[in-house]
């Protein structure tokens, strides 16, 4: 199983990224894809996850500048970003959960695959 993720980069305040994150078909059929993200000194936290259905899910911080989506047929996940702010810098992990209850679906323990990870800088 594997994840790839890509598509970080350096941009400034107010610009805006798309992350992809390419998934074996054999989990991305289906798996719940969800994006988290870890800036330095502080724990990895819930970005956006969205179902095979296409049913989406946000953290506050994300939600009216993220965009998650996906693409079936291509294995691959998005996350569009806009609006970047210098809060935003950390390295971006696409991660694959089965069968994981809405309760869970924030909860990194509740995905089983994980991608290396794509570094966003946003300068202010």
């Known amino acids: 199983v594997q994840l790839q993720a890509s598509g970080g980069g350096l941009v400034q305040a107010g610009g805006y990224l798309r992350l992809s994150c390419a998934a074996s078909?054999?989990?991305?059929?289906?798996?719940?894809m969800g994006w988290f993200r870890q800036s330095p000194g502080k724990e990895r936290e819930f970005v956006a996850a969205?179902?095979?259905?296409?049913?989406?899910y946000y953290a506050d911080s994300a939600k009216g500048r993220f965009t998650i989506s996906r693409d079936n047929a291509k294995n691959t996940v998005y996350l569009q970003m806009n609006s970047l702010k210098p809060e935003d810098t950390a390295v971006y992990y696409c991660?694959?959960?089965?069968?994981?209850?809405?309760?869970?679906?924030?909860?990194?323990?509740?995905?089983?695959?994980w991608g290396q990870g794509t570094l966003v800088t946003v300068s202010s």
């Open positions: 969205i179902r095979y259905s296409g049913h989406t």
């Open positions: 078909a054999r989990i991305f059929s289906s798996y719940t």
């Open positions: 991660a694959a959960a089965y069968g994981v209850i809405l309760s869970r679906i924030r909860i990194e323990e509740a995905y089983e695959y």
